[in-house]
């Protein structure tokens, strides 16, 4: 008897082909979001899923699903899975580690030019009619080259933001839980400082960490509020490492100059203050969406699947056990 798999969300087809040639497969192609029961119950007779962002796994689900084995999530993030409660069913988890590192980081980069030159809020406007003419003063924005890029988070995403940031001449500065070996610092063109310092000297800062209880709220009133008046926020990591509602506060008060968000707290549902704001580009969590990146995402995860429940050693194994 094949064991069964369920694709959770829409996959494309060469996914779900490969998946086919090991398992039976039960797949949401119609992309619909499944509730937590319906989740439970699609899964009660699964062997393994694949999963993305959206879908939480945790204690409660998982002791409906007794014959789940492995959890391989579409997205290098995983704080919709609870490693622990994972380990103690004996179930795999995995992620995608390194295969979006680079269409993240180039639509960081998108953001941050977005943000600085205004090119949202001037094409809304002009989209609008509103454009009779040049003038001086229209939509003067922040130079990004030879401005001071700060980096918080400087993992993979991070070190190929900073990798990117040479072409602009820019000063770079990074914050990390670790400091980068010397070799690496060089290849990134990028000096270590603490925290603090980071948040005063940045006229840009990005935010490249995951979402754990530790990075809650990393960016809450007290690092805005020692920020440049004239800086920019920019985040495409995780929502939840922003607090918002103090974001917000920081852009209304005109104590941050602007913010380029692609990841929100408790997306989709966005914070509505930030519709009314003209001083920030919000877009809805596509850092990585680029066709070859998202196929190449949706096939590790196939991969990880394959290989935890054929030989027990997924690749990108998030819970090996102790
Ligand atoms: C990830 O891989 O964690 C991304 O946020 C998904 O787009």
Same mark, same amino acid.
């Given at each position: 008897m094949p064991q069964k798999v369920l694709v959770v969300r829409e996959v494309f087809s060469e996914t779900l082909d490969y998946l086919a040639q090991h398992f039976e497969v039960d797949s $949401?192609?119609? @992309?619909t979001p499944l509730t937590p029961t319906q989740l439970a119950d699609r899964l009660? @007779? +699964? $062997? =393994?899923a694949l999963t993305t962002l959206s879908e939480r796994i945790d204690a409660a689900l998982l002791a409906k699903c007794p014959k789940l084995k492995a959890v391989c999530n579409i *997205?290098? =993030?995983?704080?919709?899975?609870d490693l622990k409660a994972c380990s103690e069913r004996g179930v795999m988890a995995t992620n995608t580690p390194g295969v979006l590192d680079a269409s993240t980081a180039d639509f960081t980069w998108a953001l941050i030019l977005a943000t600085a030159r205004r090119v949202t809020e001037s094409e809304a406007w002009l989209r609008a009619g509103q454009w009779s003419g040049w003038k001086l +003063?229209?939509?003067l924005g922040t130079d990004v080259h030879h401005a001071t890029l700060g980096i918080l988070g400087m993992g993979r995403i991070g070190q190929a933001v900073a990798r990117r940031a040479r072409g602009f001449d820019m000063t770079v500065l990074y914050h990390n839980t670790r400091r980068l070996s010397a070799e690496v610092e060089k290849s990134c063109h990028a000096a270590y400082v603490s925290m603090d310092e980071l948040l005063e000297r940045a006229d840009i800062l990005t935010l490249h960490m995951p979402y754990s209880p530790a990075t809650h709220h990393i960016i809450g009133a007290v690092e805005l509020a020692r920020m440049k008046s004239t800086a920019i926020l920019i985040n495409a990591a995780r929502g939840g490492v922003v607090d918002d509602a103090m974001l917000i506060e920081a852009l209304k008060r005109g104590t941050l100059a602007a913010a380029g968000l692609d990841v929100f707290e408790n997306e989709p549902t966005l914070n509505a203050e930030f519709l009314k704001l003209k001083n920030v580009v919000l877009t809805p969590h596509i850092a990585s969406s680029t066709e070859a990146t998202r196929r190449k995402m949706a096939m590790t995860a196939a991969e990880n699947l394959v290989a935890a429940l054929? *030989? =027990? +050693?997924?690749? $990108?194994?998030?819970n090996p056990p102790l």
């Open positions: $949401n192609q119609s @992309d009660v @007779d +699964k $062997n =393994g *997205a290098v =993030g995983y704080n919709n899975i +003063k229209q939509f054929t *030989a =027990g +050693k997924p690749p $990108n194994l998030l």
